[in-house]
């Protein structure tokens, strides 16, 4: 009895610090996203720079999603994510001291594709069976917590109130040449995620057996090929698939859209428009708890439609120029697009779980997802490079999410006409495994 109590202590423990980590890092995450938009628009960079900050974001979640599962499984995981936090620090110190920041976001990115399979794949080594979806629900709703705070911190870095004290904090005898409101930004958030590592450093090490990386990439290649084809060709795992990644990607780039829409429509600065993408954060959160107290697992394609609608919100955006009618515009974008995202993915893990496990289809969604992230990014940001407007470049943006969405609506109704015996089996097994 002494022994199975230690055990929940150190399960809760460990729980607890995992929670602590991923909050602090998602939380530099995002500020680190704000201050990056400040850095580029206030040296002079063209604004298709700016927009093609998300995609570069996803670029390693995509160009690496065969072998970041492999290696997370390969090593503890509290390293694992120890190392990626290091990662970002070394992104951000390429940031504040010359490169690029396109190339020094990626480098961030990097340590968040190697970062994500070890955040989720821990909880399953730690946590008993029973605790895993009180697990996730914890870790979904502190990351959305984080985004909201992590969007408004950086917001407020960059803004007139902390950025002048910021810079007024001087080493003697050492000039770092940070002379910027946006690079006083940087180097704070560089505290946040030595302080996520230094959490990382107290996550347990769990009884699990690592499993020892091959070092033929073919074959992990081959394999992440055949889950991913695998998931795209059932019948509902390609539907509630093709529905989150378009999701996803919508959100992923809503952060720019918002922040570019609020300066050409309202003329807000970087600080006054992160207020608003945090109400779109908020609409997200408000849809997700409600549609997992309405939504069955069995129903989740009836909500398809709402996908087709937040592209046609998207477009809406254009002709706002009233903040008092901006601000639940956007929360009712964002509820839409929680009350979608909540059952479908439900509905994938559901899937993905039964044709190839757990771990295994996280990585393919991770790969979707941000590779939409990457491919509406640059849409959004080629049509900003050629000289559109950020009004039309919204506008296209918001066409293509709902023709999109539209088309994955009918490939459910064509799938119910002409599999109707197959599709319904898995809806039955569905119903049966979501009481």
Not at 102 to 110: C, D, E, N, R, S
Not at 157 to 173: E, H, N, Q, T
């Amino acid at each position: 009895m002494i022994a199975a109590r230690t055990a929940r202590d150190r399960m809760k423990k460990g729980f607890s610090t995992i929670m602590s980590a991923q909050f602090f890092s998602s939380l530099a995450d995002n500020a680190l996203f704000v201050a990056a938009v400040e850095l580029l628009r206030t040296g002079g960079a063209p604004e298709w720079q700016r927009a093609a900050l998300v995609p570069m974001f996803a670029l390693f979640y995509v160009v690496l999603a065969p072998f970041v599962g492999a290696f997370a499984d390969s090593v503890p995981k509290g390293r694992v994510m120890f190392v990626s936090n290091t990662i970002k620090v070394v992104g951000c110190l390429l940031m504040l001291f010359g490169t690029h920041p396109l190339m020094a976001y990626a480098i961030v990115g990097l340590g968040a594709a190697a970062y994500s399979p070890a955040k989720y794949g821990i909880l399953t080594e730690l946590l008993p069976p029973s605790q895993l979806v009180k697990a996730n629900g914890w870790i979904e709703g502190l990351t959305i917590g984080s985004i909201i705070l992590g969007v408004l911190l950086g917001g407020q870095l960059v803004g007139p109130k902390i950025a002048p004290f910021l810079m007024a904090i001087d080493l003697p005898l050492i000039d770092l040449g940070i002379d910027t409101a946006a690079e006083c930004a940087i180097a704070a958030i560089v505290f946040l995620y030595v302080l996520a590592a230094v959490f990382n450093l107290y996550i347990p090490r769990t009884d699990a057996p690592l499993q020892p990386m091959t070092g033929n990439l073919v074959v992990l290649v081959r394999d992440f090929t055949h889950c991913n084809a695998r998931l795209w060709q059932d019948k509902l795992g390609q539907i509630s698939l093709a529905t989150t990644t378009l999701f996803w990607g919508v959100a992923g780039n809503l952060r720019y859209i918002v922040l570019a829409w609020a300066a050409a429509a309202l003329g807000y600065s970087t600080t006054q428009a992160s207020s608003l993408v945090g109400v779109v954060a908020i609409g997200t959160a408000v849809g997700a708890v409600v549609a997992s107290m309405a939504m069955r697992l069995d129903r989740a394609t009836a909500v398809i439609p709402l996908g087709t609608a937040m592209g046609v919100l998207v477009i809406g955006m254009i002709g706002i120029r009233d903040v008092w009618i901006a601000a639940p515009f956007l929360m009712v974008l964002g509820a839409l697009g929680g009350f979608l995202v909540v059952p479908m993915n439900a509905l994938l893990q559901h899937r993905g779980h039964n044709l190839m496990g757990a771990g295994r289809s996280i990585a393919v969604q991770n790969f979707n997802e941000q590779a939409c992230i990457l491919a509406l990014g640059a849409l959004y940001a080629g049509t900003t490079k050629f000289g559109m407007s950020a009004f039309g470049a919204i506008a296209i943006f918001g066409i293509v999410v709902a023709g999109t969405m539209e088309a994955v609506r009918r490939w459910h109704q064509r799938n119910l006409v002409r599999h109707r015996a197959e599709v319904e089996h898995l809806l039955d097994i569905a119903r049966s495994d979501g009481h």
